[in-house]
Nanobody, 124 residues
């Protein structure tokens, strides 16, 4: 399985970007997909997740500004980011969890496939 992110770039505060993550296999076959980011000098943090049962979630810190969606017809996961702020500057990664037979919610520790990341820079 390969994941390829796109859509990153440089924007001014208040701007928007939509990140895309295209998978090499049917995204409908993946248990979970998610978005993570790594700010300069910090660890990787989970931002949003998409469960194979249709459940979508974003963390409280970006709720109301970021939204996640998945289009299985295009094998693509999206992250819509609005009202971007300088603190959103980071490398954004797409991740997936391949089916293992487990049940339960998406969990950051369970992702086993990663994209290479796309840079998002928010500045004046």
């Amino acid at each position: 399985v390969q994941l390829v992110e796109s859509g990153g770039g440089s924007v001014q505060p208040g701007g928007s970007l939509r990140l895309s993550c295209t998978a090499s296999i049917a995204t409908s076959s993946l248990y979970c997909m998610g978005w993570f980011r790594q700010r300069p000098g910090e660890g990787r943090e989970a931002i949003a997740s998409s469960h194979s049962d249709g459940g979508l979630a974003v963390v409280d810190s970006v709720k109301g500004r970021f939204s996640i969606s998945q289009d299985n017809a295009k094998n693509t996961l999206y992250l819509q980011m609005n009202n971007l702020q300088p603190e959103d500057t980071a490398v954004y990664y797409c991740a997936a969890e391949t089916p293992s037979g487990r049940d339960g919610v998406c969990h950051p520790a369970k992702y086993n496939v990663w994209g290479r990341g796309t840079q998002v820079t928010v500045s004046y």
